[in-house]
């Protein structure tokens, strides 16, 4: 512990540097000018690459240093600062692990930045399906099954991309779905955006950092006490180069990296690595009192909280017990009433709404006050209700989709010519366009697939119940972009 704490942090570095005599004639514009800007932003600390701070890109200074740090302590082979989110990592790290035209396997229920890799390296994509949670309407893990099975029909596969946990809290089987990929020496990339936590606790999934996986991805600002944008690149074993995986980072990262942000990564590790033992015995208990006062609720259903166990979903192979992901099917009650509920009467701001669903994130900075005020208002939520009156007897206006009909590769139906067709005669055309729920960004629809009757009862479903529907060109619910040549084959 000595060698940590007599390292200054990049913070202690940053407020040394505004505290001297030095004249920025350097970039940032705002010169760290206080007196004409205020105080209410940390223009103090907002530096360029100047000397004694190293660069993000090509690091072999302060900033290599704290890097080698996080390294060491997550032992992995390599870990980079992420300063424009996960996003970049993904991106970087398909790229690193990939061919241009290559082909790449991959969950259906990735997040749309997996997406934009496939249509930027125009790379060929096989799915692989996540299995279905019947009991609450969403989806499961991948399986190993799938995951041989996919391998064995794609032996040219160059890179699979898993994500886990999934948004809902949901973990697959990464060390033995590593072993399936490596024995066929295929890299495995797993976005971790929602399981940054991992690594501190071992009341959570152990993290894919730690299981085989070759590229991990973690948003830190999701679950650690960290700023929006911060994440983590980790490589390990030797299928992915890391100069080719810093090369990348560099096209897809700023080549301005914010010292604020890179602070903010540095004092969340710091905090964790010194206070992170007590912090998430704390948080453990927080959650388990959360859970035993779910016990009490007789309509709305908490997901693997309360009466819900673990061991009801057999497509789980571990949970994520700080997503707190409440059911109201058979209520009457849709998802965005029940987070408007908790918003207007309670004060707590919900992650997100769809279908019959309401979710909400929980971290170590959750206090003792804010998860007792939760647990209370679900509670008196649920005294209100009568199940047996609800108009959803079944799950209804879930994210789920169907196994795709692929038509043709994601980047060809974006490059074709496209036309707006009214979205009741667009069953049986492909489409052009994404189509996807925000949170949490996975299509709904991907260019390339065939448009589904099934799809179009969806959108309405969830357009019906509150959740907020998305599309390229912004023409939902009325309009949706299908290639030109699928109207004139018909």
Same mark, same amino acid.
């Given at each position: 512990m000595d060698k940590h704490t007599t390292k200054p942090s990049l913070l202690d570095r940053l407020k040394a540097h505004a505290a001297s005599d030095s004249i920025p004639m350097h970039m940032p514009g705002h010169k760290r000018n206080t007196a004409l800007l205020g105080k209410d932003l940390p223009y103090n600390i907002d530096i360029t690459e100047i000397d004694g701070f190293d660069n993000l890109h090509g690091a072999s200074g302060i900033l290599n240093e704290y890097m080698e740090e996080i390294a060491d302590f997550y032992g992995t082979k390599r870990s980079f600062y992420l300063v424009n989110g996960s996003t970049c990592g993904m991106l970087a790290g398909i790229r690193a692990a990939t061919k241009r035209g290559g082909k790449i396997a991959i969950g259906r229920n990735c997040h749309k930045s997996v997406y934009h890799a496939i249509e930027l390296f125009g790379l060929e994509v096989v799915y692989l399906m996540p299995e279905v949670d019947e009991t609450f309407g969403i989806h499961g893990g991948i399986s190993t099954a799938s995951i041989a099975d996919t391998l064995k029909k794609h032996p040219d596969t160059q890179l699979v991309v898993l994500t886990s946990p999934t948004y809902e809290g949901v973990v697959s089987d990464i060390a033995a779905i590593a072993d399936i990929c490596h024995a066929q020496g295929i890299p495995l990339m797993i976005d971790e955006a929602h399981g940054s936590h991992f690594n501190y606790s071992e009341h959570f999934p152990t993290s894919a950092t730690a299981l085989g996986a070759d590229i991990v991805i973690q948003s830190l600002h999701k679950t650690l006490p960290s700023l929006t944008m911060t994440s983590f690149a980790h490589l390990n074993g030797d299928l992915v180069r890391p100069e080719e995986m810093a090369r990348q980072l560099a096209i897809f990262e700023s080549s301005s990296p914010s010292y604020v942000l890179m602070a903010s990564i540095d004092s969340c590790f710091r905090l964790l690595r010194d206070?992170?033992?007590?912090?998430?015995e704390n948080y453990n208990k927080r959650l388990t009192d959360f859970s035993e006062k779910m016990e009490q609720l007789q309509h709305l259903k908490v997901l693997c909280h309360g009466k819900d166990r673990l061991g009801a979903h057999k497509t789980f192979f571990a949970f994520d017990k700080g997503k707190i992901l409440i059911s109201a099917q058979g209520t009457g009650l849709t998802g965005q009433k029940l987070s408007e509920m908790l918003r207007s009467e309670y004060h707590i701001e919900m992650e997100m709404a769809y279908g019959d669903h309401a979710l909400a994130m929980t971290s170590v900075c959750d206090t003792d006050a804010a998860m007792? &005020?939760? *647990? +209370?208002?679900?509670?008196?939520?649920?005294?209100?209700? +009568?199940?047996?009156?609800?108009?959803?007897?079944?799950?209804?206006? &879930? /994210?789920?989709? *169907?196994?795709?009909?692929?038509?043709?590769?994601?980047?060809? *139906?974006?490059?074709?010519?496209?036309? +707006?067709?009214?979205?009741?005669?667009?069953?049986?055309?492909?489409?052009?366009?994404?189509?996807?729920?925000?949170?949490?960004?996975?299509?709904?629809?991907?260019?390339?697939? %065939?448009?589904?009757?099934?799809?179009? %009862?969806?959108?309405?479903? /969830?357009?019906?119940?509150? &959740?907020?529907?998305?599309?390229?060109? +912004?023409?939902?619910?009325?309009?949706?972009?299908?290639? %030109?040549?699928?109207?004139?084959?018909?």
């Open positions: 206070e992170g033992e007590q912090l998430f007792a &005020t939760l *647990a +209370d208002a679900l509670l008196a939520v649920d005294g209100t209700l +009568d199940s047996l009156n609800g108009e959803h007897l079944q799950n209804d206006g &879930t /994210l789920f989709f *169907a196994s795709p009909e692929k038509q043709c590769e994601i980047w060809q *139906a974006l490059e074709s010519e496209k036309i +707006d067709c009214p979205i009741e005669n667009a069953i049986g055309q492909t489409v052009a366009e994404y189509v996807w729920a925000y949170p949490p960004g996975i299509p709904l629809l991907v260019p390339g697939e %065939r448009i589904s009757n099934g799809f179009i %009862r969806q959108i309405h479903t /969830l357009l019906e119940k509150g &959740t907020k529907v998305y599309s390229d060109a +912004d023409g939902l619910p009325k309009n949706i972009q299908i290639m %030109r040549q699928e109207t004139l084959a018909h």
